[in-house]
């Protein structure tokens, strides 16, 4: 009876540390997807971004385009660096953010770990961004 107790265990403990290590390491991805949100710059503008293979697209609702940007993802890390776009920050401007995934990977949050333009961590983190679902 002992053996199958802790037999039982066992697997019941296997199961939990299979189920966290899953949610642990399964993120969204956001590879070919587009989000909503409002910049702070400097007044409020709302805006999409639309994220290709490698390269995010910012534009506002009237599809002006106000930032294209190349984009690396490892885990929850998102490395940008500026290729074009009215922004103060210069050319080639290279940031690393932390991705947090909110309501399921409907939402995300930025929060900035380093950036070369200062500027570009207050706008990026001040709003979560809302998934558009349907035609990407």
């Excluded at 910049?39 to 805006?47: E, G």
């Excluded at 639309?50 to 599809?63: A, G, M, P, Q, V």
Aim: net charge positive; charged share 25%.
């Amino acid at each position: 009876m002992h053996i199958q107790k802790s037999l039982v265990m066992r697997k019941l403990l296997l199961a939990i540390l299979t189920f966290f290590t899953v949610n642990l390491f399964a993120q969204p991805s956001i590879i070919d997807t587009k989000w909503k949100g409002t910049l702070l710059i400097p007044h409020a503008v709302d805006v999409t971004l639309t994220f290709k293979k490698d390269t995010l697209y910012i534009t506002t609702e009237s599809k002006e385009e106000i930032g294209t940007i190349f984009f690396t993802r490892r885990n929850d890390t998102l490395n940008i660096r500026k290729i074009s776009g009215p922004s103060p920050c210069p050319e080639q401007a290279q940031g690393s953010y932390m991705i947090e995934w909110l309501e399921n990977g409907n939402r995300f949050r930025l929060h900035g770990i380093s950036d070369e333009c200062e500027g570009r961590i207050g706008v990026f983190t001040l709003n979560t961004f809302e998934r558009i679902v349907g035609k990407q």
